[in-house]
């Protein structure tokens, strides 16, 4: 069965620290990962990786990706008020081998928290 | 215009109304998703619609059944709901369904009573 794990299940930090947030999959015909944020209603998107090793970066934010040891760790550097949010995780697998159908399968997501 | 709107952004229905939530994006993206999420848990896959034929739906009850009128369009209809099914459905949707980043919209409330 296909498993997203997404760790810590939630963080409390002060403006100003670093953390990293974990994902670990377990997903079959796997196409990439994709970190999304999620503050209110709609998660927005971060990053999608597809290859190993290579640190995607945005502003703060950044993330890279180990697909020998299945798992992605997403950075997020000098937290701000801004930051808290449910950060998701999800891998997009192929449905149909060879085809061009592929799914989302998202992990339970790691709720952070930073206090200014 | 990259945003995915749909409409209602909160819908309280009973058991036996007939309703419809419906999402538009106008960025040419040719696949479209309906995504379910119970509070504090992370989105579910419902349907996904690619270049307007249903490619995937992983197994949802028939008392919801999704629509695709055209590439800019993605209807779910709503028939004799349980209130298990309240939730915030979320529609997405991306340029194919390779490996490509989905926008998501900002959902709609269902309530059932």
């Known amino acids: 069965e296909d498993k997203v794990v997404q760790s810590p299940l939630s963080l409390v930090v002060h403006e100003g620290d670093t953390v990293t947030l974990n994902c670990s999959y377990e997903?079959?015909?796997?196409?990439?990962l994709l970190w999304y944020k999620q503050e209110k209603k709609a998660p927005t998107f971060l990053f999608m990786l597809?290859?190993?090793?290579i640190e995607k970066k945005s502003g703060r934010l950044s993330s890279i990706l180990d697909k020998k040891e299945l798992f992605s760790i997403l950075n997020i550097t000098a937290t701000q008020t801004g930051d808290s949010a449910v950060y998701l995780c999800?891998?997009?697998?192929?449905?149909?081998?060879?085809?061009?159908?592929?799914?989302?399968?998202f992990g339970t997501g790691t709720l952070l928290a930073v206090q200014p | 215009d990259t945003e995915v709107t749909q409409t209602p952004k909160h819908l309280v229905m009973g058991m036996t109304n007939k309703k419809s939530l419906k999402c538009e994006q106008h960025?040419?993206?040719?696949?479209m998703y309906w995504y379910k999420q119970k509070a504090k848990k992370p989105p579910e896959l419902m349907f996904v619609?690619?270049?307007?034929?249903?490619?995937i739906n992983e197994s949802v009850p028939s008392r919801f059944s999704p629509e695709c009128p055209n590439s800019s369009l993605l209807n779910l209809h709503l028939h004799a709901l349980q209130p298990e099914d309240s939730a915030l459905y979320l529609c997405?949707?991306?340029?194919?369904?390779?490996?490509?980043?989905?926008?998501f919209g900002q959902g709609t409330r269902l309530t059932v009573v």
């Open positions: 997405a949707s991306s340029f194919t369904q390779g490996s490509t980043e989905a926008f």
């Open positions: 997903v079959t015909n796997f196409r990439s």
């Open positions: 597809t290859s190993s090793g």
């Open positions: 999800a891998v997009e697998r192929g449905v149909n081998y060879g085809g061009a159908t592929n799914k989302l399968i």
């Open positions: 960025m040419g993206h040719r696949a």
């Open positions: 619609y690619s270049y307007e034929k249903l490619s």
